[in-house]
């Protein structure tokens, strides 16, 4: 199996902070990693796919990189509706596996 | 407009088999390039990717969870079943059935979501 890891596990930050996320696959895994944000008690929403690929509706300010194994997720500019968990997921082999989560807390 | 919803028992016992059905709408499991999900999340914890099942009816699960589960389909009830045998307490979790389309060689992203279930597991 494809292991997952996110850093940091917990990030504070102002609104109006640029911050990333990293999350590193245990192996090359090409392109095929997406983004979701949960906010508490909601539903994940796929941010964005294929490493860089941005989901119709999400804002500019949500940015993917990275390639093989690792994979940055830049937010540009914080809004009060960006704090929430964000996960990462390799959709390259099965079990498509999952980070465990980076929480973005409001400093 | 695509929609999915579990259904299932809220509490079950240990050793209990927990059998979920996921009904879902605006999609086909008949279609190529289609699959259904199970994801889970222990209150408080990450996602856990449990299974997979397409629309050729292949089957993919969880290493670690490969012997306690099962995932069928009914295409004309637009259903996918997810069984969980020997259930635990550590499995208690809030359980999703998601779309994962895999519209080239390789999946994309869970593009839609169900509001989940939440499973409890105690005597």
């Known amino acids: 199996d494809i292991q997952m890891t996110q850093s940091p596990s917990s990030l504070f930050a102002s609104v109006g902070d640029r911050v990333t996320i990293t999350c590193r696959a245990s192996?090359?895994?090409?392109?095929?990693l997406s983004w979701y944000q949960q906010k508490s008690g909601q539903v994940p929403k796929l941010l964005i796919e294929d490493a860089s690929s941005l989901q119709s509706g999400v804002p500019l300010r949500f940015h993917g990189s990275g390639s093989g194994a690792e994979f940055t997720l830049t937010i540009s500019s914080l809004q009060p509706a960006d704090f929430a968990t964000y996960f990462c997921q390799q959709t390259y082999s099965t079990p498509l596996t999952f980070g465990p989560g980076t929480t973005l807390y409001i400093k | 407009q695509v929609t999915l919803r579990e259904s299932g028992p809220a509490l079950v016992k240990p050793t209990q088999t927990l059998t979920l059905t996921c009904t879902f709408s605006?999609?086909?499991?008949?279609?190529?390039?289609?699959?259904v999900t199970w994801i889970r999340q222990p209150p408080g914890k990450a996602l856990e990717w449990l299974a997979l099942i397409d629309w050729d009816d292949d089957k993919y699960f969880s290493s670690s969870l490969r012997t306690r589960l099962t995932i069928s389909k009914d295409t004309s009830k637009n259903q996918v079943v997810l069984t969980m045998t020997n259930m635990d307490p550590a499995d208690t979790a809030t359980y999703f059935c998601?779309?994962?389309?895999?519209?080239?060689?390789?999946?994309?992203?869970?593009?839609?979501w169900g509001q989940g279930t939440l499973v409890t597991v105690s005597s």
């Open positions: 192996q090359s895994i090409g392109h095929l």
């Open positions: 605006g999609f086909s499991l008949n279609n190529n390039g289609m699959c």
């Open positions: 998601a779309r994962t389309p895999k519209y080239t060689s390789s999946w994309s992203g869970i593009d839609s």
